[in-house]
């Protein structure tokens, strides 16, 4: 005749955790006890994370953005640089244009010179043409002009900083039509606005933060 366990004689079996209750203390969790993750640990797969915050977006209280003490959005460009770094882009692509067509002008004394100024005015127009371009296939693809690199500022799409492309930099350079509207209200906005927008940003959903000259 056997007894079984010395430690159960009567062959009870042991109580199996029901959902929501705690393990015995001491007794290490069994099937059926939720088991919590130790204090201090970090949170490992099956644990809720809590995602950052979209790029452009102020994070909740408590928690920063990656790479970002403190804050949710890069450091945003002030109008100041704004408006430095359009005075050179304006100066890169209209200097030499003016430059040509002044030449032109002033070598169209008789008629044996009047090809040759229209050729430098021509010049000149497809230089203003070309750079114009060229500015926004670079704005597009790396985020900055040339006058935006030498200040250090660069325009990066709201919601994930991702640069705009070409397509939508062009976009963007149309948009600005809507800050010449009203008196130029649009170009003084990001005087006031929280984030520093001009219509055209804000229709395009751009931000423009500071960068490193040398990046």
């Known amino acids: ?23 015995p203390q001491g ?12 204090q201090g640990a970090a949170p490992q797969y099956g644990y809720p994370q809590q995602a950052p915050p979209p790029y452009g977006a ?17 450091p945003l460009a002030h109008w100041g640089l704004r408006v430095g770094a ?10 030499p ?17 009047e090809a040759i100024a229209g050729i430098l005015s021509l010049l ?23 006058g935006k690199k030498v200040v250090g500022i660069s325009v990066h799409r709201e919601h994930d900083g991702a640069t705009l492309g070409f397509g939508m930099a062009f976009v ?9 509207a009203a008196c130029y209200l649009g170009y003084f906005w990001p005087l006031w606005d929280e984030k520093k927008q001009t219509f055209a ?6 931000v423009v933060i500071k960068v490193n000259k040398n990046g």
């Open 86 to 95: 359009t005075l050179l882009d304006g100066l890169i692509i209209a200097g």
């Open 124 to 146: 000149g127009m497809l230089y203003a043409l070309g750079m114009f371009f060229f500015q926004i296939y670079r704005e597009g693809t790396t985020g900055q002009t040339i």
């Open 1 to 23: 005749m056997s007894f079984g366990d010395p430690n159960n004689p009567y062959g009870q079996q042991p109580p199996q955790g029901q959902p929501g209750q705690q393990a």
């Open 172 to 180: 963007r350079k149309l948009a600005h039509i809507l800050d010449s």
């Open 201 to 206: 940003d804000k229709v395009c959903s751009t």
């Open 97 to 113: 244009m003016y430059a040509l067509i002044g030449l032109a002008a002033a070598v169209a004394s008789d008629e044996s010179t």
């Open 27 to 38: 007794v290490p969790p069994q099937y059926g006890y939720p088991q919590q993750p130790p």
């Open 58 to 74: 102020y994070p909740p209280p408590g928690m920063h953005a990656p790479g970002m003490p403190g804050s949710g959005m890069p």
